[in-house]
């Protein structure tokens, strides 16, 4: 889940933006000097890019977890953040459990959310009170070709297709889809996806070929030691704006001074 922190970057944006706009109250011009928007902008976008990044550290263990990452684009409306998942596959890890399952290759499995349908590569499933097969943890039951699954004792199997047998009789096939647009999936939590418009579910496929697997299921993508080094980086950058606007405020809290002495 997605951790919101009130940290010092948050602090120290705010402040700097607060003082830079009564600088410019006297002006003619509606909103803030260019110099020290521009300032501002690099520090919000900086902020956001180490909270995806911190928030990618701390989940470097979650199951199906997939990377986020963000890009940075000027446009109209001035330098912004654009979110992107990577949803290349995460290592399998073979756990031994009746009831861990594994995409090898493209697709998710599809859950029944409060909302509507979810969409996961995180394949620890366990059964509720009534036998139906659910999510480990938030308990969301998963989809089959038939609906939702209910699992009654005996030799569990399946089949690379999804097919779910108890000892030689068939249950249910795992529902498995995949996505002709991934990047207009939203993320509950970095492993359960969703559309936000229905409209596009147009985008989901059925039609690919994967293979399901008992007794595995997929660790997170994300490459620790990428991350960490990613750190340095947007530092520097943060600091450089944090720089840039002290030198604007400076030059020009001079300037109004210059000006009343006058």
């Known amino acids: 889940m997605m951790n919101y922190r009130f940290n010092i970057f948050t602090v120290f944006s705010l402040f700097l933006i607060f003082f830079g706009s009564i600088l410019f109250a006297w002006t003619d011009e509606i909103g803030m ?26 989940n470097s263990n979650t199951p199906g977890y997939k990377q986020v990452g963000m890009a940075n684009v000027r446009g109209s409306s001035g330098l912004q953040n654009v979110v992107f998942y990577r949803f290349s596959q995460g290592v399998p890890v073979q756990s031994g459990g009746s009831l861990d399952f594994i995409i090898e290759g493209s697709g998710f499995f599809v859950l029944k959310c409060p909302w509507g349908y979810g969409y ?43 097919a779910i047998f108890i000892d030689s009789e068939i249950v249910d096939v795992l529902k498995v889809v995949n996505f002709a647009r991934p990047e207009l999936l939203k993320s509950l939590n970095g492993s359960i996806f969703y559309f936000e418009n229905p409209l596009e579910e147009q985008y989901i496929q059925s039609d690919f070929s994967y293979a399901i697997k008992r007794g595995y299921y997929e660790a997170s993508n994300v490459n620790i030691t990428q991350e960490l080094s990613i750190m340095p980086v947007i530092k520097n950058a943060y600091d450089a704006n944090t720089k840039a606007m002290k030198m604007v405020i400076k030059s020009l809290n001079s300037g109004i001074s210059i000006g009343s002495v006058q």
């Not at 620890?124 to 609906?147: A, H, I, W």
């Open 33 to 58: 000097d260019p110099a020290l928007k521009h300032s501002a902008e690099g520090m919000q976008v900086y902020e956001n890019s180490y909270d995806a990044m911190m928030n990618n550290a701390v």
């Open 120 to 162: 996961t590569r995180d394949g620890r499933f366990t059964l509720d009170g009534s036998g139906r097969l659910v999510t480990f943890d938030n308990k969301y039951p998963v989809m089959g070709e038939s609906g939702e699954i209910y699992l009654v004792k005996g030799n569990i199997s399946v089949q690379d297709n999804g």
